[in-house]
Structure formats: C-alpha cells, structure tokens
C-alpha cells in the first residue's frame, strides 16, 4: 500500500506480510494469517526499495505490518538496510507494527535498521490473551520491555474489546505496568470493530467513545501518555 495515514505517524507506504503466528478472532486482516495465501506473493527486497523511491517524495516513512512482521524478520532487515543505504529513501522513519511475539535476537538485529516498533498488548492477563489470541502472551510482555531498553519501543497498542479485555481490575493492572516500563512508552487505546473480523468475534461488542474514555482515563491514572482511536482505522493490504 503505497499511501497510508493510519499505520503509523505521518503519511506512509504500508507493506503488508503473509504469515502470524496468532490466530486472532478480531484480527481486521485474517487473511494474512495463514504462512500463504492465494494473493500472496513473493518480491525482491529491490523491487520494493524501487516502489518505496517512486513515491518517497510523497512520504514521511514507511511501516512494516502483517500477519506478523517479525516472522519475516531476514527479510525486513535486509529492506531496512537497502532503505537506509538509497539516497531516495534514507530520510524515511522505518517502523515495524508487531504483535511482540519474537524472541530477544530478533529485536537486536531488527534495532540496528528500525527506528522503532509500535506492539500489539492484546492482554496482560495470560488467560485473556489466550482468549484473543490463542497463544500466552511471554513474548509480548518480553518484547516490550527488550525494545524500550533498547530505545526501539514507539507505543504500545491496546485493542478494547469490551467486557473482554476492559475490565477494572485488567486496566489497573495494565496500567501499573506499563508505568513500570522504562522509558514509559506512549499508549494507544483502540476500539474493537467487526469490519473484517472473522465470525466468532462478531459475539464481541464494538467499543465505543465511552469504553476508550474509561480506559484512557483509568490508563492515565498512572502517569501514561495515552491517546484513543475511536474510529475504525482499517489498512487492508491490496
């Protein structure tokens, strides 16, 4: 997708890859989920230097996503450095949109060519996070305490499903640790929608103005930056 407004800060070319490894009910793109797809394809690392040049005049950056972008982690390295090293393109803030789910040696590899990762926090709680994801959440919590030590962590990304995830308890909690992160990352809290979703999620209610205000206030009690996205802001790869 070479014009996006919504993966990230600024005007960006999003480029979306196959493959997650969570199985996420509410997930806007399911279709990238499985490791292929009848629309997937193959492209050179040059090739797609060569689109991000054509219209980087237009651009302020350009963001990774999926599926899950770290399991492609060679390949995103690879590109990050071909970007950084092109005249046209060096001046673009490269940024990786992750579910966290890597292990440490990814990151260290990934921080010397990104500029930063915004991560997916479905849940704190291990069993709510099963229950929107399908796996634990280790990794996640891992991954997010590597990248901001490294200086790597851009935000951290809540998705609201309501009277899932949004409970007093889990936003207290939540909240507490995150504040414990050091540097405190940004937060964005972001409301669930069905556009796209797979059926089982269709059970799950839509967050509405009021759910974010609730969170981002509870969010904030503990000193958090926390911004909402009350409206659905969906990037389907084409």
């Known amino acids: 997708m070479r014009s996006s407004y ?13 493959g997650c490894t969570f199985n996420c ?17 193959d492209v050179p690392v040059a090739e797609i230097v060569a ?5 980087a005049p237009f651009l302020t950056g350009i963001t990774v996503s999926g599926g899950e972008a ?29 579910n966290g ?5 990814v ?14 926090l479905k849940a704190l709680d291990p069993h709510v996070h099963r229950v929107l994801t399908g796996r634990t ?3 996640v919590l891992r991954s997010i305490r590597d990248l901001a030590a490294r200086r790597r962590l851009d935000e951290v990304r809540l998705l609201v499903v309501p009277g899932v995830n949004d409970t007093a308890d889990q936003i207290d909690a939540t909240g507490r640790w995150l504040a414990s992160i050091d540097p405190v990352p940004p937060v964005v809290a972001q409301g669930f929608r069905h556009h796209g979703t797979r059926l089982r999620a269709r059970a799950w209610a839509e967050a509405t103005t009021r759910d974010l205000e609730r969170v981002a206030d509870g969010l904030a009690a503990y000193g958090l930056d926390v911004r ?3 409206l659905p802001e969906v990037a389907v790869a084409v």
């Open 101 to 105: 789910d890597a292990e440490a040696g």
């Open 137 to 139: 959440n280790d990794r």
């Open 6 to 18: 919504v993966d990230g800060p600024g005007h960006r070319y999003a480029l979306f890859l196959q």
């Open 25 to 41: 009910p509410g997930c806007h793109n399911p279709h990238t989920i499985a490791p292929r797809s009848p629309d997937a394809r």
């Open 51 to 55: 689109d991000v040049a054509e219209v």
């Open 228 to 230: 909402r996205r009350s």
């Open 107 to 120: 990151w260290s590899v990934l921080a010397t060519s990104m500029h930063g990762a915004m991560v997916d």
């Open 70 to 98: 770290t399991l492609q982690w060679e390949a995103v390295h690879a590109l990050f450095e071909a970007l950084a090293l092109d005249p046209a393109t060096s001046r673009l803030t490269r940024l990786v949109d992750t």
